[in-house]
């Protein structure tokens, strides 16, 4: 599960299902696209597979925080 967290409040809640039912299946279908379609995926490049949740709308002034639940969190202050 991932909560996001805007000025303290909950804003946003999702879990990895999201991302084409599992982010392990979102990562397969970019692996074969690529590789069909491009070469494959190096060693050592970054692969993201997508959103738990919506975007967040943030303003300046604001602070954000993404809890990713045992994985930790992280958060910013939006100047």
Request: glycine share 16%; net charge negative; charged share 15%.
């Amino acid at each position: 599960p991932v909560i996001g967290y805007r000025n303290g409040a909950e804003a946003a809640r999702g879990t990895g299902e999201a991302v084409l039912g599992d982010p392990r299946a979102a990562l397969a279908w970019l692996v074969n696209e690529v590789s069909a379609h491009c070469g494959g995926i190096a060693a050592g490049q970054f692969v993201t597979t997508g959103n738990c949740i919506l975007p967040i709308p943030i303003a300046p002034g604001d602070r954000s925080r993404m809890d990713y639940g045992a994985l930790g969190d992280i958060a910013a202050a939006i100047a």
